[in-house]
T-cell receptor, first 115, second 117 residues
Framework: DSGVTQTPKHLITATGQRVTLRCSPR?????VYWYQQSLDQGLQFLIQ???????AKGNILERFSAQQFPDLHSELNLSSLELGDSALYFC??????????????FGDGTRLSIL | AQKITQTQPGMFVQEKEAVTLDCTYD???????LFWYKQPSSGEMIFLIY??????QNATEGRYSLNFQKARKSANLVISASQLGDSAMYFC??????????????FGSGTRLLVRP
């Protein structure tokens, strides 16, 4: 158990819909990262938050947004869903901003299926 | 741009034998970190081992060791005494460049390891 909690584990929805994925980082971790894992793109970094502030953006679509709340949990919002958004979405956390030898600990992921 | 290359899409190993999973990387940074993660069929990502670019010793964690050859830009994972539970996808990752103020991980395409009884 990594200590990172993601909900829900599975999500099935239709094209055009909007969903929210939730992540609670490990106790004491200030950084939250979101990654997308798909068959064609592999594991791709989406966005990072550190202590409530956006730290960096990766290959995140404009239809996607995220935030980190004062209690450090984070939500990833995906809207106007398309078939290609079907993927495994991971949240990871680390103690600091992620430098030096800090590993990122991953949650179990949310498997999103768009029908 | 930083890049991780894993050239072995799939590998077999006999139970109790050692196996090496290859990873090469490309970066212009002097300071960087290399990680290995395991992804079982159930889907979760499990951190295995870390190697820093300035670490003089190869990292070890139980049955996992990292064969770090800086000049060759390789960071191969060695699993000793393979067990059936080692059957999984293995990803090599690099901590991203500092210049964009993020420490995102850049992942390779992975190697699927199957341990035979």
């Amino acid at each position: 158990d990594s200590g990172v909690t993601q909900t829900p584990k599975h999500l099935i929805t239709a094209t055009g819909q909007r969903v929210t994925l939730r992540c609670s980082p490990r106790s004491g971790d200030l950084s939250v990262y979101w990654y997308q894992q798909s068959l064609d793109q592999g594991l791709q970094f989406l966005i990072q938050y550190y202590n409530g502030e956006e730290r960096a953006k990766g290959n995140i679509l404009e239809r996607f947004s995220a935030q980190q709340f004062p209690d450090l949990h984070s939500e990833l919002n995906l809207s106007s869903l398309e078939l290609g958004d079907s993927a495994l979405y991971f949240c990871a956390s680390s103690v600091g901003a992620g430098g030096s030898n800090q590993p990122q600990h991953f949650g179990d992921g949310t498997r999103l299926s768009i029908l | 741009a930083q890049k991780i290359t894993q050239t072995q899409p799939g590998m077999f190993v006999q139970e109790k034998e050692a196996v090496t999973l290859d990873c090469t990387y490309d970066t212009s940074d002097q300071s960087y970190g290399l990680f290995w993660y395991k992804q079982p069929s159930s889907g979760e990502m499990i951190f295995l081992i870390y190697q820093g670019s300035y670490d003089e010793q190869n990292a070890t964690e139980g049955r996992y060791s990292l064969n770090f050859q800086k000049a060759r830009k390789s960071a191969n994972l060695v699993i000793s005494a393979s067990q059936l539970g080692d059957s999984a996808m293995y990803f090599c990752a690099m901590r991203g460049p500092r210049m964009d103020s993020s420490y995102k991980l850049i992942f390779g395409s992975g190697t699927r390891l199957l341990v035979r009884p």
